[in-house]
């Protein structure tokens, strides 16, 4: 199975602050035809998770442009221009290039 | 609008079948390049998908449960089910299910239902 390791686990910032999450693969996540299937998703405290971002760098409807995506091949980053209260939560990377489906561990983000 | 509802026994005895039903509006399972998963998550830990099901009747299992799975749907009634034999107390968890969209394919969540396995 594809491994995803995030990093930080925990990610401690204040209001205004700009903030990166690192998700590593043990494997490459480019698939044969030519997409990379990684997405970034939020769960905020209660919350089922919800999309943030697919195909590596690609923005959900509705999701602000402070959340940007970056990466290719094992390495990929979340990043967050001014972090906002209701951006706190724990977040996930997860990959559907490989079977398996896996999660991140996650990392939570939370007011300094 | 999609939305997606978890439905299950809330409590259950090891050794037992978990049945789990996901009732669903706003979409048809029988669409071309529909899929529905399910995804559960231990209280306090992370994420782990378990099955998915797609228009065109494909199923995919994760092979760490497979063999105690078995994923289904009802497209007349807007329904998917899980089913998990012989649980214990590690799937106690909150189960999720979940539609894809292109390219995602965990992009619209239920608000889940736990699941307490306990004798």
């Known amino acids: 199975d594809v491994v995803l390791t995030q990093t930080p686990p925990t990610l401690s910032a204040t209001i205004g602050q700009s903030v990166s999450i690192s998700c590593r693969s043990s494997?490459?996540?480019?698939?044969?035809?030519?997409?990379?299937?990684l997405n970034w998703l939020l769960q905020r405290p209660g919350q089922p998770p919800q999309l943030l971002i697919y195909?590596?760098?690609r923005l959900e409807s509705g999701v602000p442009n402070r959340f940007s995506g970056s990466g290719s091949g094992t390495d990929f980053t979340l990043k967050i221009s001014g972090v906002e209260a209701e951006d706190l939560g724990v977040y996930y990377c997860?990959?559907?290039?490989?079977?398996?489906?896996?999660f991140g561990a996650g990392t939570k983000l939370e007011l300094k | 609008q999609v939305t997606l509802k978890e439905s299950g026994p809330g409590i259950l005895q090891p050794s037992q079948t978990l049945s789990l039903t996901c009732s669903f509006s706003g979409f048809s399972l029988s669409t071309s390049g529909i899929c529905v998963s399910w995804i559960r998550q231990p209280s306090g830990k992370g994420l782990e998908w378990l099955a998915t099901?797609?228009?065109?009747?494909?199923?995919g299992y994760n092979p760490s449960l497979k063999n105690r799975l078995t994923i289904s749907k009802d497209t007349s009634n807007n329904q998917a089910f899980l089913k998990i034999t012989s649980v214990d107390t590690a799937d106690t968890a909150i189960y999720y299910c979940?539609?894809?969209?292109?390219?995602?394919?965990?992009?619209?969540w239920g608000q889940g239902t736990l699941v307490t396995v306990s004798s």
């Open positions: 195909l590596v760098s």
């Open positions: 494997q490459s996540l480019l698939h044969s035809n030519g997409n990379t299937y």
């Open positions: 979940a539609r894809n969209r292109l390219w995602a394919p965990f992009a619209y």
């Open positions: 997860v990959q559907s290039t490989h079977a398996p489906y896996t």
């Open positions: 099901i797609c228009w065109e009747d494909s199923k």
